[in-house]
Every structure is written in structure tokens, then in C-alpha cells.
């Protein structure tokens, strides 16, 4: 039923757009800026400052080979669920830094100049977040995948973060510094063996090693999750009663593995391992609603886990 009122503001409307002098259209003189803008998007948790910074995003084709343990079919259907193309996979890497009060901490470092087409917007969005690489004190690392350390030194050598103690999981350096371990990998990850070489190798003995859930920095702690890689970590940050579980790549694309935890991306390096690690962290969330982060959530990359079906759902969180 239409109202008095509504058929009121209709009419104005009416008016005021017949009142327009004909070709005089606002887009006409507008010349459309097509540049990025900065993404980067802070709040406070207790008394740290969190800024997600956002790197960009990958794209590859979806093939049956990326989801491991699911029909191409159904991948594609669970894509196509979430708006999203269904013949490609879209990345997107977004990280978190933390001032502590004492400390700026970057968990995780990006891609640095050497990912796909479409990323390594990361250092222009760490400038518009008012921050300088050579200001952040610590590096803390979930794991050695290539998306997530080669920040830390650029294309040409130069270090990513000159003023850094970079933080990383003992269990990590031991699988990928090893010399056995690589020998024996298959082709496909002599690569990624080399690039860990690359980014740590001329610095190791600055790099400090952690194990164990232990607080790194002032109110940021180390939650072992193994199984994407052998030493993967997440991170407890907490503060004024407040908290926020870094996920790391615990779980990846949330369309797909936070609706569908058993799914193992191929990434996954212990799939089982990894699909048991995931769905003990979602239902924690789940439980605790408590606020999460994900290096492979859409920007902003915070929100929370509720149930959904056999699965759960990423609910972005509230932009303020
Ligand atoms: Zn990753």
C-alpha cells in the first residue's frame, strides 16, 4: 500500500529530476579516477592498535587439483554460492600489524615484489596506514609459503624491514632449512625450498626461533596449528579483556574452507592434519565468538565464525 507521504516524496523527485536542463548530467563532467585507493582499516583491541594491511589479490584458474578431497563440481558450486567466478580462484592477502604501545609487530609480511599480477600493493598501503617499513620492530611468521615471507626480503636482496627481528616457528625453520628434507621433496617444491633459502639465508643468525603457545610480543601469543605446513602458527592477540585469533592459513579461502572445513586446499601440505587443526579453531570461534582474522579473508580480513549447516560462515565484522 502506498502512503500519503511516499507518494509525496515520489512526486518531488519527479520534480526535481524534470527540473534538470537536458545533457547537463553530473557523470558528463566527472572524469572517472581510475587509480586504487589505500586499503588499509584500523581499531583498537584493549590497548593495542590493529591495522589489517592488504596486499592485493591473486587469481589462478580452478582446476579439480585445488580443492583435494571435493568434486570439481562442487567447488564450483560453492564459488558460484558466494558471488564469485566460477572458473578461477580469487586470493586475496591481507596482513596484520599491531602497536603494542612498545613494539610495532607485522604478523606476516606479504608478498614483497615478487607475487602475482595484482599484488604487492602492500608497502603503499603500510604508508597510508602513516607507517614506514623501517619503523616496525618485529616480524612474527606463520609459516614459510612464499605469499607470507617474501616481504622480508625484496626482489634485489634488500631487506624488507632493515630495523626487524624477525619472529619464526622452530618447527618451520627445521623442516625447510633441512637439507635432507629438500633432497627428498618432489620437483614442484624445490621452489618453495629455495625461496625460504632466499628470504632467511643471509640474516639466519639474526632469526630468533619460537615454540610452543608463548607470548612473542606484549599481548601476542603463539597457538601452534599445524598440518598447512609442519610448523604453521596462529596468533592470540589479547588485550583489556578483548581478543583476536590470526588465523594465519589455518583456514584459507573461507568460501570454500570455512563453509566446508573437511575440504583441504592443495596447499595443505598434512591435509588431514591440517582439516583437523581448522575445524578445532573454527568451533573455538564458533564457541567463543570471538573476533578472527584471516590472511586469505576478504579485505578488511576480521569478522567471526558462526555455525552454518555441517560447516560455519565468515561474518565480516562491523566497519567502523
Ligand atoms: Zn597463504
Redesign the pocket.
Known amino acids: 500500500m502506498i502512503t500519503r507521504r511516499q507518494t509525496m516524496i515520489a512526486t518531488a523527485g519527479l520534480a526535481a529530476a524534470a527540473a534538470l536542463p537536458p545533457g547537463s548530467t553530473a557523470e558528463a563532467a566527472a572524469p572517472k579516477r581510475g587509480e586504487r585507493l589505500p586499503a588499509v582499516y584500523r581499531f583498537a583491541l584493549g590497548e593495542l592498535e590493529v591495522t589489517l594491511v592488504h596486499d592485493g589479490h591473486a587469481r589462478r584458474p580452478l582446476d579439480a587439483n585445488y580443492v583435494r578431497n571435493a568434486p570439481l563440481e562442487e567447488v564450483r558450486a560453492a564459488l558460484v554460492e558466494a558471488f564469485q567466478p566460477a572458473d578461477a580462484v580469487l586470493s586475496p592477502?591481507t596482513t596484520v600489524v599491531v602497536n603494542t604501545g612498545a613494539e610495532l609487530v607485522a604478523i606476516d609480511a606479504g608478498n614483497g615484489d615478487l607475487g602475482a599480477p595484482g599484488t604487492g600493493l602492500w608497502r603503499a598501503n603500510l604508508a597510508a596506514a602513516g607507517y614506514r617499513p623501517d619503523e616496525i620492530d618485529v616480524v612474527i611468521v606463520s609459516h614459510f609459503?612464499g605469499?607470507?615471507i617474501n616481504g622480508i626480503r625484496l626482489k634485489d636482496g634488500t631487506p624488507g624491514f632493515p630495523n626487524a627481528r624477525l619472529l619464526v616457528p622452530e618447527a618451520e625453520w627445521a623442516f625447510w632449512m633441512d637439507d635432507g628434507q629438500m633432497s627428498r621433496a618432489p620437483e614442484a617444491m624445490q621452489g618453495a625450498f629455495r625461496n625460504v633459502r632466499r628470504v632467511f639465508g643471509p640474516e639466519a643468525q639474526k632469526v630468533e626461533r619460537f615454540s610452543g603457545e608463548r607470548e612473542l610480543v606484549s599481548g601476542v601469543t603463539a597457538v601452534p596449528a599445524f598440518g598447512h605446513t609442519p610448523g604453521h602458527h596462529a596468533f592470540r592477540l589479547a588485550s583489556g579483556g578483548q581478543s583476536l585469533l590470526v588465523l594465519s592459513?589455518a583456514a584459507?579461502k573461507p568460501e570454500l574452507f570455512v563453509r566446508r572445513p573437511d575440504w583441504q586446499v592443495m596447499?595443505d601440505m598434512d591435509g588431514p592434519r591440517a582439516a583437523e587443526t581448522r575445524k578445532r579453531l573454527l568451533d573455538m570461534l564458533a564457541t567463543e565468538r570471538t573476533m578472527v582474522a584471516g590472511?586469505?579473508f576478504p579485505f578488511p580480513a576480521v569478522g567471526y565464525i558462526a555455525r552454518e549447516g555441517s560447516g560455519y560462515r565468515f561474518v565480516p565484522a562491523f566497519w567502523t
Do not use: A
Open positions: 592477502f609459503h605469499d607470507h592459513d584459507t596447499f590472511y586469505h
